[in-house]
């Protein structure tokens, strides 16, 4: 649930086992609750899973999983997680807004698809584009982990963000 409205992912864990399993846990525990999308590109990704609490995004920062095999193509729809380099994946996911295929190479495995209401994820700001908290690669992401939501809210309002997420 996103202040834009509702949409579903279908996560499958046979692309990738350990980002499933770790997207799993977070959603169950509330951990994307009240998160914003701060890297939306138009035609390209949107990104989201730094807490808005800096506390919890500290804690979180370094809590890397595993890398799993890209089984599946980033094509429009599905959802993978972002990195830095081997084993650095932790929460930060995003979703791609188009065809993508040219991310395969680097090793970025999805795991899941939105299944309804891509039209939802299609309208998350973009506005700012990469100055919200631009990519993890770029390092220009510690004024979000240090100021969190408040942080965001008072220098990109217009960002959206999810309500709530839930699995069944």
């Known amino acids: 649930m996103t202040s834009q409205g509702d949409f579903v992912i279908e996560v499958y864990r046979a692309w990738a086992p350990v980002g499933a399993d770790r997207f799993y846990n977070l ?3 509330g951990f994307f609750d009240g998160q914003r999308f701060f890297r939306v590109r138009q035609g390209f990704i949107a990104q989201f899973g730094i807490p808005g609490d800096p506390g ?3 804690a979180w920062r370094q809590a890397t999983i595993a890398d799993d095999a890209p089984r599946e193509s980033n094509k429009r ?3 993978a997680y972002a990195f830095t380099g081997p084993s650095t994946r932790a929460t930060q996911v995003f979703i791609n807004l188009s065809d993508n295929q040219r991310l395969d190479a680097g090793g970025f495995a999805p795991f899941g ?3 309804t209401g891509m039209e939802v994820v299609d309208k998350l700001y973009s506005g700012y584009g990469e100055t919200a908290g631009g990519g ?3 390092g220009h992401q510690d004024a ?3 100021g969190g939501n408040a942080y965001l809210a008072r ?3 217009r960002l959206d963000y999810i309500r709530r997420a839930t699995a069944e």
């Open 155 to 157: 220098a990109f309002p």
């Open 77 to 79: 729809g599905t959802i």
């Open 136 to 138: 993890m690669r770029a």
């Open 56 to 58: 919890l995004a500290a």
């Open 113 to 115: 698809v939105v299944v």
């Open 144 to 146: 979000l982990f240090g």
């Open 27 to 29: 959603v169950t525990h």
